[in-house]
């Protein structure tokens, strides 16, 4: 596997091969890679002729309260688990390569990026579309992969690439879970023991939402009572948000009358996680 | 001669060529192709193995109280000249693909887009940001080309080609005049036989600055003075700018002490007209 720090030569390693017709997939990451990102590793690797997984902890999707410094960057064992899956290139490109002096362009997917996550972080999206940009403009993707996870963010690089007919292929994978149906996350090692046992009540929420849409329940506000009910439960977790929306254009839905995306965020502690699920709705055959 | 519609059609006829090694230049134009287009087609077909001109109007650069319906659209006289200068494609997309419903993605350049055409025109570098940037995605060149006439928009899209990494090299070719000086512009078919006349004084004024910077002025408030009284000789003209800045950062200096750019834009009747001067500063030999 080679690894790459500079981003002319992750190009240069690029155009080399998509002259000779090698399709190419990349992974974006911020390292600390778990069982989700080797899902998408592996599909990559089964799609694509070469593959570059990228690690960047970019600090521009992090706010100034949030956990930049802290945030954990194993690249010993990052790199290994890319060796382990087959990675052609492991890109590691430095802060200072990325943002330059006088770096000042900024993307922005603003409809997308308004709610949910862009709410409780302002210029999370604004960070993310940009690097996402820039980090296709070195590797040269002919397909990338995102994990479901994030959901709001996996509808914004899609629009991201359609708007700016980056001419990537972007697919999402479904979201890789514990034993007990917590997502897995890089932040999850923020949990203490007791923290980490009651994680799972995001993943219990979403899935009470999912179950009274399928009993025939259509009203978005009942479905997300259903889903507070669960946490308000734990009275050590508070709600950042529950809702039930629209998965295209992520604006909340009033009435359930096609697929919805159930999304929350929740806070325990200090740390802050996020889940989704995402419910077809089956013609009623009234 | 090529006319493609299509901006898969257009991404499709790129990529055969890149994976052939074939080097693809492009002009980004508004059609109304006159002698400052044909420089830069003829310096592109003389650079690059393909050559593309892209004709589109772009509505998001302009203003809502801005000339977007009344823009001169000569197609069959544009067709022509790219037909005469060699061109391989006449890229002609519809703002309806360029600019599809649920569209969002908006690129910003906000310390160069800030002042000056910025100031006068507040959407309108965001709106070519965004297309340069879509156009790119599209066409694929290896080469972009712009004229110095619009010397702000060469200096955006110079940082950012760099800033999201498109990978295009970017040439700034230098602005083509009239014989008695007014730079060529698609808009000066706006002006009145007497306007056009009058026109001239912006260039004058640029090279009244210019003259008295190489007489050793180098306070910039005093060659400010130098150009606005060239203007205000005649009262039919008003004075959106005149200033001495940074050729890099656009930002005004107070003081010469190396390469300036002197822009200014004017306002004749309804006509807006804008102009530049690079001006080199010799070490003094005192």
Redesign the interface.
């Known amino acids: 596997m080679k690894i790459i720090r500079s ?1 002319a030569a992750m ?1 240069a390693w690029s155009e080399g091969l ?2 000779q ?1 090698v399709t190419i997939g990349f992974v974006p990451t911020m390292g600390a890679l778990h069982d989700g990102h080797r899902s998408l590793i592996r599909e990559a690797r089964l799609q694509c002729d070469a593959l570059v997984v990228s690690i960047f902890v970019n600090p521009t999707q992090f706010g100034p309260q949030e956990d930049l410094a802290k945030y954990p960057r194993p690249i010993s064992h990052d790199r290994a688990i890319c060796r382990q899956e087959g990675v052609d290139v492991c890109f590691e490109p430095t802060a200072e390569a990325m943002y330059p002096a ?11 990026a308004r709610r949910w996550e862009g709410e409780a972080r302002p210029h999370h999206f604004s960070g993310v ?2 690097v996402v ?2 980090l296709f ?2 590797v ?1 993707p002919h397909r990338a992969l995102f994990g479901q996870k994030d959901f709001q963010q996996s509808v914004l690089v899609q ?2 690439v359609k ?5 990537v292929a972007i697919m999402v994978r479904p979201t890789v879970r514990e034993q007990d149906g917590l997502a897995m996350s890089s932040r999850n090692i923020y949990l203490s023991a007791d923290e980490r046992h009651r994680a799972v009540t995001l993943y219990q929420s979403l899935r009470a939402g999912a179950a009274v849409i399928r009993t025939g329940e259509r009203n978005a506000k009942t479905i997300r009572l259903a889903m507070a009910q669960v946490v308000t439960q734990q009275p050590t977790i508070s709600i950042d948000y529950l809702t039930v929306s629209d998965p295209f254009t992520l604006e909340p839905v009033s009435l359930v009358t096609s697929k919805v995306v159930l999304l929350g965020a929740i806070r325990l502690g200090s740390v802050r996680l996020i889940d989704n699920l995402l419910v077809a709705v089956p013609h009623r055959s009234s």
């Open positions: 981003p190009t998509r002259r017709g006088g770096f000042q362009t900024t993307v922005t997917v603003p409809a997308i579309a940009t940009t820039k403009g070195m040269r629009q991201l708007d700016l007919n980056l001419g």
